[in-house]
């Protein structure tokens, strides 16, 4: 089975309590291993109000809740039953699992939040290979030379005119091959 983004359903303005709950409740079950991120999509819009400059946090899915998952019964069942969990998205009811946010989907959320699907401390090592997804390399594979955990940044060799060639790209930039 593999970790793949569903989304769930909530009360509108109650996004943070469920994320809260359902992140002690993978706690308290020991669910580590099949429910990894709770995320609520936000971007930041600056506001010009009076001539101050304020930044606001604005919900990109008002009432949807983003969670990365292995969905297994046990999981399913956790999530389901959290507090203030309305239900999933792309699931008939009825018992039927839900239908996972297809890759290409999720990536330009988790982009524009400036996150990847790769979790940089798990899942990527030195030697291993990721495909650009993001920037002027956009589309080439390449092999990871060094890993910049602090500034999330990798450092990529990819092939540029027969030549290798190190690039420096940033996390959410990548995804793994």
Not at 54 to 62: L, S
Not at 127 to 151: A, L, R
């Amino acid at each position: 089975m593999e970790k793949l983004w569903y989304v769930i359903t909530t009360y509108v303005g109650h996004e943070a309590n469920v994320k809260d709950k359902l992140e002690a409740r993978t706690e308290s079950m020991g669910m580590q291993d099949n429910i990894f991120r709770v995320i609520i999509p936000e971007t930041v819009e600056i506001e010009i109000k009076d001539g101050v400059k304020k930044e606001k946090v604005k919900k990109m899915f008002p009432g949807y809740v983003f969670v990365e998952m292995v969905m297994s019964d046990e999981a399913w069942y956790a999530v389901r039953n959290t507090p203030g969990v309305t239900g999933f998205i792309g699931s008939s009811g009825k018992g039927a699992k839900p239908t996972p946010v297809p890759p290409n989907e999720i990536d330009h959320i988790l982009v524009t939040m400036g996150m990847s699907r790769v979790d940089i401390e798990s899942e990527l090592k030195v030697g291993d290979k990721v495909n650009i997804i993001d920037g002027p390399f956009k589309g080439m594979i390449g092999t990871i030379d060094s890993i910049d955990t602090e500034n999330e940044r990798l450092n990529v060799l990819i092939d540029l005119f027969g030549q290798e060639t190190p690039v420096e790209v940033e996390l959410f930039q990548v995804s793994k091959a």
